[in-house]
């Protein structure tokens, strides 16, 4: 116990407290991520909607979602992170509050694309602010335990939603769009804005108009996204192509649930250990043993079947994830300019999940069309393939010093 105590400590000692409002904003936001988890029931139980229209307004939210993102980054490094963080927390909260009190389909749809389009909003510059106001020797932890909190928050949330939907779906629209006002409010509140615009905050090489997506120009950045969204095709397997494979060999729909349940309980048990075993070394290296270990988890699915070895699979898959997401993400804060931190984190965002979901549709095609052997095993070697990627950029970047902190300011 003495042990943990000290782990605690060591992993969470010396932030600053800026960084402790943020993370407590975003965890209190995953808290209540209510509708999303019960929102298909909703729309089918409440609103009596057919599963060709649930499709619709599912679809149009995730498409929304991606422009929402890019504005959310454009608009961070162009009015200042904290304010976008506010006004996107809140966007959200009035979003919510329109799609529970929509009623019928056309309404519905013009909610759920609205609640789309301002979802991603708060993303980028929330974690632009946390590079605003860490250390780049302590960015890693960080973002792990802002990762970690998001796990927690998720953790918690579900079987909350379970209680209240049992109860009244209203009160899923009312947490959900409390709580999103509630992380806004912690933020206008208690942190001041970090400089964004700024002659001083500039190196000589950087003096261009932040309005231009100079993240487009940066080989090397560009490089690092081509490679989290190689991951996340893989990674979200989970969605389709693992669920369907698991029913197939006779995994039931209890020890189903036990196996997520699995990756967000073993997420939130080692992202702190693996964060102090692997906070000296080089990020690179770090990003591409997380991803062997993703191929790995997949590659055990080719041929072996059973509880157990699915069991391996996801113990292997959350090590990769922890070892992968945090330092992906405090690798891009390093590599993007002070004034542009915006763009690039909402760069990365898309590539994580929107774009990243085409690696689950292309999964559920290749079941279909040639079968597990050849998806699980194609996962094992693109999983070596992006570990390479990971090194080829790790010798990209010897040498270059990560971008600095800001001194906070104010507003």
Excluded at 26 to 36: A, E, I
Excluded at 162 to 173: C, D, E, I, K
Excluded at 234 to 257: C, K, W
Excluded at 314 to 341: C, H, Q, Y
Aim: proline share 4%; charged share 15%; net charge positive.
């Amino acid at each position: 116990m003495q042990r943990l105590r000290d782990g605690f400590i060591t992993t969470t000692h010396g932030l600053p407290r800026a960084y402790w409002v943020l993370w407590g904003s975003n965890m209190l936001d995953w808290l209540g991520k209510f509708v999303s988890f019960f929102l298909t029931l909703y729309l089918a139980e409440e609103r009596g909607l057919s599963g060709a229209e649930i499709a619709l307004v599912v679809t149009l939210n995730g498409i929304a979602n991606v422009p929402s993102l890019f504005l959310g980054g454009f608009l961070a490094d162009r009015i200042g992170r904290r304010r976008m963080i506010v006004i996107g927390f809140w966007l959200i909260a009035l979003a919510l509050g329109f799609l529970g009190m929509a009623r019928d389909m056309v309404q519905i749809a013009a909610a759920s694309l609205f609640l789309g389009m301002v979802n991603g909003l708060p993303r980028p510059s929330l974690n632009a602010m946390i590079a605003d106001v860490v250390a780049p020797e302590d960015r890693k932890r960080a973002y792990a335990l802002n990762h970690w909190a998001i796990n927690v928050g998720a953790m918690v949330a579900l079987p909350i939603a379970g209680q209240l939907a049992n109860t009244s779906y209203v009160l899923l629209f009312v947490g959900d769009a409390l709580t999103s006002f509630a992380a806004g409010l912690l933020v206008l509140a208690l942190i001041p804005a970090t400089v964004v615009v700024h002659q001083a905050a500039q190196s000589p090489s950087d003096k261009r108009p932040v309005a231009r997506l100079e993240v487009f120009r940066d080989t090397k950045a560009l490089g690092l996204v081509f490679l989290v969204f190689l991951y996340g095709c893989v990674y979200h397997q989970t969605r389709l192509a693992l669920p369907l494979d698991m029913r197939s060999n006779g995994i039931s729909r209890a020890e189903f649930g036990l196996l997520i349940g699995l990756n967000g309980f073993l997420i939130v048990a080692l992202q702190m250990p693996f964060t102090r075993l692997t906070q000296k070394l080089y990020t690179p290296h770090v990003l591409a043993a997380g991803s062997v270990l993703l191929g790995m988890a997949y590659g055990i699915c080719a041929y072996l079947t059973t509880l157990p070895f699915y069991i391996l699979s996801i113990t292997l898959l959350s090590i990769g994830e922890v070892l992968f997401f945090a330092n992906a993400v405090a690798l891009m804060a390093d590599l993007a300019p002070i004034a542009k931190r915006g763009q690039y984190q909402s760069l990365f965002m898309v590539a994580w999940g929107p774009l990243a979901w085409i690696g689950s549709s292309l999964g559920g095609i290749v079941l279909d069309e040639y079968g597990r052997v050849a998806l699980w095993m194609g996962c094992l070697i693109l999983g070596g393939i992006i570990a390479f990627g990971w090194c080829l950029l790790g010798e990209r970047l010897r040498g270059r010093a990560p971008a600095p902190a800001l001194v906070e300011n104010p507003a």
